[in-house]
C-alpha cells in the first residue's frame, strides 16, 4: 500500500519553486497536450500534482520512476489556467529523486559530464573532424573544474 505523507507537498516547494500545488482543481487541461502523456500511458501530469498534493510520493521519487518521461516542453506550464505548473513539480521531483539517488544511471551520466566539460556528450574526434570539415567553430571547453565550482556536485 503506497504510503501517505503528509508533509510532502511543503518538502518538495523547499527544493525549488515547485509551481502553485494547491490551487490544481484536477482539469486535465495540461493532460491534453503533453507529449509524455500521449506517449506513455503511465505519465500523466494532472496525476502527479494530485499525488504530490495528497503525499503519496514513494513511487514518483522511487527508482524506475514516470517522472523522467517528461520531455521538459512546457506545454502544461502553457495551458494550465490555474498556474499550477506541472513541468515545475516535475523538476523538484527529480531533484528530490536525484537526491535520493534514485535517479537513472543516463541521466546521472549526463549530470555528470555537463559538470566536468560543459557538454551533454563528449566531443569525439570524429566530431571535431566533422565540425572543421564544416566550418564551424571549435568549441572552447571551460577550464577543469571550473564548472564544478559553479555548480556544486
Ligand atoms: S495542473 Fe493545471 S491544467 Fe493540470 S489538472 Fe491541475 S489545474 Fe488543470
Ligand atoms: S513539460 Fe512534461 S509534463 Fe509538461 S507537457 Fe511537457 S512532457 Fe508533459
Redesign the pocket.
Known sequence: MAKVNPDFAKQLTGIESAGNLNYCYQCSA?VQ?????LRFSE?N?RE?VLSTLLGVADELTGKNSVIW?????????ERCPQGTR??EV?TALKNLAFQLGNAPEQISALRESVITSGTITALSDSMKKRREQLGVPKISLPEEGSLKKILGG
Not at 497536450?33 to 502523456?37: F, I, L, N, T
Not at 518521461?69 to 506550464?77: D, E, F, G, H, V
Open positions: 495540461c497536450e503533453c507529449p509524455a502523456a505519465f501530469p502527479i518521461q517528461c520531455a521538459t516542453c512546457y506545454n502544461c506550464y506541472p513541468i516535475v
